[in-house]
């Protein structure tokens, strides 16, 4: 990686683990079978942002394994109808994902760049920004306008690992409130549980 890339990475991975950091500004929104979910409201945007937080008893090798088979991710991503590489660079990966929506609300999809990071201490962290202009628009789909989120994998030790999954979307378009609403509880819980249950049955 370039050293003007570099530094930009770790910007962007100081400014998302910085919001991380400020615990103040997120309510614990639900508690349930050792998965936690939190939410923060965002200033400037009707769109509140979720962090999900877990402990799976699995190895690094397996969860990561897992999040960088980018097809068969969508099994346990929330809603994820269709999920493909479009390229891949070193640390850097671009994706197209696909979700299914409820009945009237046009089905989205998204453009994701991700890029891995490796810390001394063997935890893994994917930062995820939307860059909704790099394919062109699909026919049938609505394109997410923004992404901006992590992946936080820490060992602990004993075969476990520390999960941590923040996002913070714009969905595009027109969506309902209670869709809104239900889905940035949902999607953290529901892709956290899903990832630990394939993860602990490996």
Same mark, same amino acid.
């Given at each position: 990686?370039?050293?003007?890339?570099? $530094?930009?990475?770790?910007?962007?991975?100081? $400014?998302?683990?910085?919001?991380?950091?400020?615990?103040?500004?997120?309510?614990?929104?639900?508690?349930?079978?050792?998965?936690?979910?939190?939410?923060?409201?965002?200033?400037?945007?009707?769109?509140?942002?979720?962090?999900?937080?877990?402990? !799976?008893? %699995?190895?690094?090798?397996?969860?990561?394994?897992?999040?960088?088979? /980018?097809?068969?991710?969508?099994?346990?991503?929330?809603?994820? +109808?269709?999920?493909?590489?479009?390229?891949?660079?070193?640390?850097?990966?671009?994706?197209?994902? =696909?979700?299914?929506?409820?009945?009237?609300?046009?089905? +989205?999809?998204?453009?994701?760049?991700?890029?891995?990071?490796?810390?001394?201490?063997?935890?893994? !962290?994917? !930062?995820?920004?939307?860059? %909704?202009?790099? /394919?062109?628009?699909?026919?049938?789909?609505?394109? $997410?306008?923004? $992404?901006?989120?992590?992946?936080?994998?820490?060992?602990?030790? %004993?075969? &476990?690992?520390?999960?941590?999954? &923040?996002?913070?979307?714009?969905?595009?378009?027109?969506?309902?409130?209670?869709? %809104?609403?239900?889905?940035?509880?949902?999607?953290?819980?529901?892709?956290?549980?899903?990832? =630990? =249950? +394939?993860?602990? &049955?490996?």
């Amino acid at each position: 990686m370039g050293s003007l890339r570099r $530094v930009a990475v770790l910007c962007g991975l100081s $400014v998302l683990m910085t919001t991380a950091a400020h615990a103040e500004g997120w309510q614990l929104a639900k508690d349930e079978d050792g998965i936690k979910v939190y939410l923060s409201e965002v200033p400037g945007s009707k769109y509140k942002a979720y962090r999900g937080i877990t402990t !799976i008893k %699995a190895d690094m090798a397996t969860l990561r394994g897992l999040q960088e088979d /980018v097809s068969g991710s969508c099994a346990w991503i929330h809603e994820c +109808r269709e999920q493909k590489l479009l390229k891949n660079e070193g640390a850097e990966s671009w994706t197209y994902t =696909r979700f299914n929506t409820p009945w009237p609300v046009t089905p +989205r999809d998204s453009v994701l760049h991700v890029t891995t990071k490796e810390d001394a201490d063997g935890s893994v !962290i994917r !930062i995820l920004e939307g860059v %909704a202009d790099y /394919v062109p628009a699909e026919k049938g789909f609505v394109r $997410v306008t923004k $992404v901006e989120g992590l992946w936080k994998l820490t060992p602990k030790g %004993a075969g &476990q690992v520390e999960v941590i999954y &923040q996002v913070q979307t714009e969905p595009g378009g027109s969506v309902p409130s209670w869709l %809104a609403n239900s889905f940035v509880v949902d999607a953290p819980y529901n892709t956290l549980e899903a990832l =630990r =249950r +394939r993860a602990e &049955q490996r």
